[in-house]
């Protein structure tokens, strides 16, 4: 018993201080710009700093927007600076309160969840049965700047994080104040780029990540 206690109390440790960042996928940014307007996909490469398990990501990100709701799907693929490399894989849904085609500020409510198993070694020596659920709950503010060939959007989007750790059968969950900011360049091709920093309230150093990408949207009547 105390052997196994000992093994649990460690790899919540390790957790703690290696595991990356991350809104509903590990090692990507919470990105709450608004809605998109039809189909798009997103590919982004994430950097978290040294509070939020160092290394690096990559994911692709489904989205679609119809009226005024939305929802996204994301994997990422992450590979920290301590334990091996995993996958990761979520999901959003949006609601506009607030916006539309004539008005450049957008005020959308964000729900998510997120699921990964990252790999640690215990102590005494052996494998960790560990799973890491994340819900983030929050708002989103985008303010739209229309110019002749391209749309710049900044954005910042405050939430509460949740985070619930499992070690084999030992659970511990923790709630965070949070936030994620970014700004989108969209062309009237559907094509576009965007960068985004997600920060998170947590105890010593602030658990930070950078991430950039290219989007493209489609565009579909009706949606």
């Known amino acids: 018993m105390n052997r196994m206690l000992a093994s649990t109390a460690v790899a919540v440790l390790m957790i703690a201080a290696t595991s990356p960042a991350s809104g509903q996928v590990f090692g990507l940014p919470v990105t709450n710009s608004g809605l998109p307007t039809g189909i798009g996909l997103a590919l982004d490469a994430g950097f978290a700093n040294d509070a939020g398990g160092g290394g690096w990501a990559a994911g692709a990100t489904g989205k679609v927007g119809f009226g005024g709701f939305g929802a996204t799907a994301t994997v990422s693929r992450v590979a920290p600076d301590l334990g091996d490399?995993?996958?990761?894989?979520?999901?959003?849904?949006?609601?506009?309160?607030?916006?539309?085609?004539?008005?450049?500020?957008?005020?959308?409510?964000?729900?998510?969840?997120?699921?990964?198993?990252?790999?640690?070694?215990?102590?005494?020596?052996?494998?960790?049965?560990?799973?890491?659920?994340r819900f983030p709950a929050g708002v989103g503010f985008a303010f739209t700047i229309p110019n002749p060939a391209m749309a710049?959007?900044?954005?910042?989007?405050?939430?509460?994080?949740?985070?619930?750790?499992?070690?084999?059968?030992?659970?511990?969950?923790?709630?965070?104040?949070?936030?994620?900011?970014?700004?989108?360049?969209?062309?009237?091709?559907?094509l576009g780029i965007h960068a985004a920093y997600?920060?998170?309230?947590?105890?010593?150093?602030?658990?930070?990540?950078?991430?950039?990408?290219v989007h493209y949207t489609f565009r579909v009547p009706g949606l």
């Open 85 to 133: 490399e995993f996958f990761s894989a979520g999901a959003t849904a949006n609601v506009k309160v607030f916006g539309g085609p004539l008005i450049p500020l957008s005020v959308t409510l964000q729900a998510g969840a997120g699921y990964s198993a990252p790999e640690f070694a215990c102590v005494p020596p052996g494998d960790c049965d560990i799973n890491v659920w």
């Open 152 to 190: 710049i959007k900044p954005w910042i989007a405050p939430r509460v994080d949740i985070t619930r750790n499992s070690i084999n059968g030992a659970s511990e969950t923790d709630t965070r104040f949070a936030a994620s900011a970014g700004v989108e360049l969209n062309f009237i091709t559907g």
């Open 198 to 213: 997600d920060w998170v309230n947590a105890e010593g150093d602030k658990p930070g990540i950078f991430a950039a990408g």
